[in-house]
């Protein structure tokens, strides 16, 4: 059977990718919308396991460096910086003076002076442009391949001829696929055992092609970015810039930056009034990060984040939508006069570009939350999303109604109810032990 085509060497996703001015930033994915269809796409991180390259490309990892790289980062990062060990990553949340999420992304710790961010936008290097701390801001060119479900390990055990088992959560250590250097990291945001795999971005072909050949017979799939956002909302991760959208366009600075730092406007779609964009931000509590707040030094947002915690008015939920009305949703496709916004497959809206959608969610006549993310979970057969609610509305079971549309078009009144969250449950990251997995054969 011969080896399938690297998304290195495809067309890449209907997109748009915007640069970021000075920092000359592209966001080049090498990933298709679609490979073998969205059904066992959605099914491969409950079933086997998937590949994902789309978060690969030049701007995608910013490396700081220098003897006050850590007090820069602690200084933008909500995050506790004083046991962050090299060798050791954690997922790094950044806010406005509001407390509003601006970016979000993971960080490791390469060395005492030296870090590496991930995945988080234009944000931090915006930061960087105005601190007074001494770092330097490296832009690399590097792949970022994620590799996620129950097969995960057996897949790069098989690649890359070793135990990876010594490999903890949060934790990376280099090793070597298809005869190249590469960085494996125990992660799993989404909440099953997933590894990601870094390295230059001109290594990329052989090792996604080595990993896919390693995957077959691990039931691997590659996995596109029509699909992507569907784990995020199972797995009870919320997204920025899908879920919900990243405060930096609430501050003034970063829009009109002096050296014409550019950011793609978003789509503003959903029931709620599209200039209410608070609606679209979310703040660390309201989307489940409290824990990682540390209040042990300063940081951008700390007064608002702090108050907050003393009185905490929402909290975020899984919610279950009713599949009668649903349906009808469908149904009005085939009656006369206007349809109801129809639900894209298997996520609403497309993750094409970045979005600030926002339902209205209604208790007793009253507006009690915002719901996004809008999914159909093909493994649970059901239309989920993610709700951020007024807390004494999140008792599981209760009963709700989402207003599904867009502002000044056919609204449905969508029932539905307060689920788990989150709401994949089986095989969480936290519960795998690695050391009783099934051996893939090497030593």
């Known amino acids: 059977m011969p080896p399938a085509p690297s998304p290195f060497s495809m067309p890449l996703a209907s997109a748009h990718y915007p640069e970021f001015g000075l920092y000359a930033i592209r966001r080049e994915m090498p990933c298709p919308w679609e490979f073998r269809g969205w059904k066992p796409e959605s099914l491969s991180w409950k079933t086997g396991c998937y590949i994902h390259g789309g978060l690969s490309g030049r701007g995608s990892q910013v490396r700081y460096r220098g003897r006050q790289a850590a007090e820069f980062l602690a200084s933008i990062c909500i995050n506790n910086f004083s046991r962050f060990r090299p060798g050791a990553a954690k997922h790094a949340v950044m806010c406005t003076d509001k407390g509003l999420i601006a970016a979000h992304g993971v960080l490791q710790r390469i060395a005492d002076d030296e870090f590496r961010l991930f995945a988080s936008g234009p944000w931090a290097p915006y930061m960087h442009s105005k601190t007074r701390f001494d770092v330097e801001q490296v832009v690399e060119d590097r792949y970022l391949f994620q590799v996620a479900g129950p097969t995960s390990l057996q897949v790069l055990e098989t690649a890359t001829g070793e135990s990876l088992r010594d490999i903890g959560f949060l934790r990376f250590r280099d090793s070597k696929i298809g005869g190249k250097s590469v960085q494996v990291m125990r992660i799993g945001m989404a909440g099953t055992l997933a590894y990601e795999l870094h390295g230059p971005t001109s290594d990329g072909p052989e090792v996604y092609d080595a990993v896919f050949e390693a995957g077959r017979a691990f039931s691997l799939e590659r996995l596109g970015w029509q699909t992507y956002p569907v784990n995020h909302v199972e797995g009870g991760f919320p997204q920025a810039n899908w879920t919900f959208l990243g405060a930096a366009h609430d501050d003034s600075g970063f ?189």
Not at 271 to 279: C, E, L, T, V
Not at 327 to 350: N, Q, W
Not at 416 to 441: C, I, K, W
């Open 255 to 443: 829009l009109n930056h002096p050296d014409k730092l550019r950011w793609m406007p978003p789509d503003v779609t959903g029931s709620i009034d599209p200039g209410n964009m608070r609606a679209r931000y979310r703040t660390p509590v309201e989307v489940g990060w409290e824990r990682s707040v540390q209040l042990d030094h300063d940081f951008q947002g700390r007064d608002a984040i702090e108050r907050e915690l003393v009185d905490p008015r929402k909290t975020i939920v899984t919610l279950i939508w009713n599949a009668d009305d649903v349906l009808d949703v469908y149904a009005s496709l085939f009656r006369d006069g206007r349809e109801y916004k129809t639900f894209e497959l298997p996520t609403t809206p497309h993750f094409r570009r970045m979005i600030a959608h926002a339902d209205d969610v209604v208790h007793d006549r009253k507006s009690v939350g915002v719901s996004s993310g809008t999914t159909y979970s093909y493994h649970f057969r059901k239309m989920i999303s993610l709700c951020t609610i007024d807390r004494d509305c999140a008792g599981i079971g209760t009963e709700l109604t989402v207003k599904w549309g867009d502002f000044g078009g056919p609204i449905k009144d969508i029932r539905a109810s307060v689920a788990r969250f989150p709401y994949l449950q089986e095989e969480r990251n936290q519960d795998v032990d690695v050391a009783t997995m099934h051996s893939a054969g090497v030593a």
